[in-house]
């Protein structure tokens, strides 16, 4: 079984604050993506990573960075948190030659 | 996802049939997805159909797909309070990929 682990299910913030969002998946997997989820919006990509130290600006990459320097390992980065970044925010992995994607179980951020 | 639409909300009572209905826009897309979102968890593959095929069965869950109409639906057969979720179709473009809106299935007893 696939497993997508993120460090936190719930994650409360204040405004200005530098926040890591960390997404772990154990089955080798060379892709990696950042997603956020508002409600009516359905998900939409941030960030993506194809391979160790690559990374690819998703659809609403502003605001955010990643980083990854292991394959297992995808971090998320708010360099200075806002309130508009309060959200559902979900990682998941995909094996290269496939087009399913595993997803962790999200972080609920709330940012004050 | 403006390219992918998804209706928001779905009511049914308990035995009933659901049908999940989604337009997407990229008819190069290999493959069509059904994923499912339980309160305060991550997203479940559920199921998906090859772009070659117009309908695909696995126990209570049927998905429809018509090409031409670029309309792919997802029917669930005897609904379950076990059932509410919600429900995410995808499709792929330029290798990512891309999700509707969610449509949120409540199922009443």
């Known amino acids: 079984d696939v497993k997508v682990t993120q460090s936190s299910r719930y994650l409360v913030k204040r405004t200005g604050e530098k926040v890591f969002l960390e997404c772990v998946q154990d089955?080798?997997?060379?892709?990696m993506f950042w997603y956020r989820q508002d409600p009516g919006l359905g998900l939409r990509l941030i960030y993506f990573?194809?391979?160790?130290?690559?990374?690819e600006k998703g659809d609403i990459p502003e605001g955010y960075s990643v980083s990854r320097e292991k394959k297992e390992r995808f971090s998320l980065i708010l360099e200075s948190a806002s309130t508009n970044q309060t959200s559902m925010y979900l990682c998941a992995s995909r094996p290269s030659g496939a087009d399913t994607q595993y997803f962790g179980p999200g972080t609920r951020l709330t940012v004050l | 996802g403006e390219d992918v639409e998804q209706s928001l909300f779905l009511s049914v009572r308990e035995g009933d049939s659901s049908v999940i209905n989604c337009t997407y826009t990229d008819s190069s897309s290999t493959y069509l997805y059904w994923y499912k979102q339980e309160p305060g968890a991550g997203l479940q593959l559920l199921t998906y159909i090859f772009s070659n095929m117009d309908m695909k069965q696995d126990q209570r869950l049927t998905v429809l797909l018509n090409k031409k109409d670029k309309h792919l639906s997802l029917r669930i057969a005897d609904t379950q309070t076990g059932d509410s979720a919600i429900y995410f179709c995808?499709?792929?473009?330029?290798?990512?990929?891309?999700f509707g809106q969610g449509t949120e299935l409540s199922v009443k007893p």
């Open positions: 089955m080798d997997h060379e892709n």
């Open positions: 995808a499709e792929i473009k330029g290798g990512k990929l891309i």
């Open positions: 990573s194809y391979d160790v130290k690559m990374k």
